[in-house]
C-alpha cells in the first residue's frame, strides 16, 4: 500500500517563500494528477493547484502568480514554492494524487498527512 508523505511547512514572516514537497511511496505503477489542496480554521478545503502527468498545471486564483506547482515523475514527488506569502495562506496543506498500485488495478485517491503552514510576524 502506497502512500504519501509530505514535508516542508512551518512559520515564515509575511513576505517570505516556502517549499513544500510531497512523495509518493509503496507500491505504485502509476500516477496521474498531484494536487495540493489547504484548509484554514473555520474554511472549506480549496484546491491550491494541480499537475497532471505530462506537466500541466492549473491553479486557484488566490495563488496564481505567487506560487508554482510541479513534480518529478522519476522521484514521485510533487512540489509546491510559495512566495510572496501573506497572513491568508496561514492553513494546512495536504498533497493528493491519482495513483494505480498495480497495472490491472484501478486508480486509488491518496492523500497526505497535512503539513502546517503559518504565516505571520
Known amino acids: 500500500q502506497g502512500q504519501l508523505v509530505e514535508s516542508g511547512g512551518g512559520l515564515v514572516q509575511p513576505g517570505g517563500s516556502l517549499r513544500l514537497s510531497c512523495a509518493a511511496t509503496?507500491?505504485?505503477?502509476?500516477?496521474?494528477?498531484m494536487a495540493w489542496y489547504r484548509q484554514a480554521p473555520g474554511k472549506e478545503r480549496e484546491l491550491v493547484g494541480s499537475v497532471t502527468s505530462g506537466g500541466i498545471a492549473n491553479y486557484a486564483d488566490s495563488v496564481k502568480g505567487r506560487f508554482t506547482i510541479s513534480r518529478d515523475n522519476a522521484k514521485k514527488t510533487v512540489y509546491l514554492q510559495m512566495n510572496s506569502l501573506n497572513a491568508e495562506d496561514t492553513a494546512v496543506y495536504c498533497c493528493?494524487?491519482?495513483?494505480?498500485?498495480?497495472?490491472?488495478?484501478?486508480?486509488?485517491?491518496?492523500w497526505g498527512q497535512g503539513t502546517q503552514v503559518t504565516v505571520s510576524s
Open positions: 493528493y494524487a491519482v495513483v494505480r498500485a498495480r497495472s490491472y488495478t484501478s486508480d486509488q485517491k491518496y
Open positions: 509503496g507500491s505504485i505503477f502509476s500516477i496521474g494528477t
